[in-house]
């Protein structure tokens, strides 16, 4: 019994030791700053996707055949059941308005992560 009451104090002790912070930092690196303008490993990830996808997109558009194949073929998959999700959601009316725009963003965030 006297063991486990001063298990309970030392590991009561443990638990309320000087905090030790874990984990990635708020703020974003800082990379450079050039003209004053500080650049992140954000933005930079940013960058590098979204060249990645123009690239793919110019790849994928490059050549394009009735009976679609390899990145053309993943291409539009991805646009039409991206297109049929969201008409299931908003509506045809609305999608045919506003698709570029939740395509676009859901196609990046997802080439992002």
Do not use: C
Request: glycine share 6%.
């Amino acid at each position: 019994m006297i063991w486990m009451i001063i298990t309970f104090f030392a590991l009561d002790a443990v638990a309320f030791a000087a905090p030790e912070e874990h984990g990635l930092s708020q703020k974003a690196v800082e990379i450079a700053r050039p003209f004053g303008f500080p650049i992140t490993n954000s933005m930079v990830l940013m960058w590098i996707v979204a060249v990645g996808l123009i690239l793919f997109a110019q790849i994928a558009t490059r050549t394009m055949k009735d009976v679609p194949e390899g990145p053309q073929n993943f291409l539009e998959f991805l646009i039409e059941a991206l297109y049929s999700f969201l008409e299931g959601i908003i509506g045809r009316h609305l999608v045919d308005r506003t698709f570029w725009f939740f395509a676009s963003i859901f196609i990046f965030i997802l080439a992002a992560n």
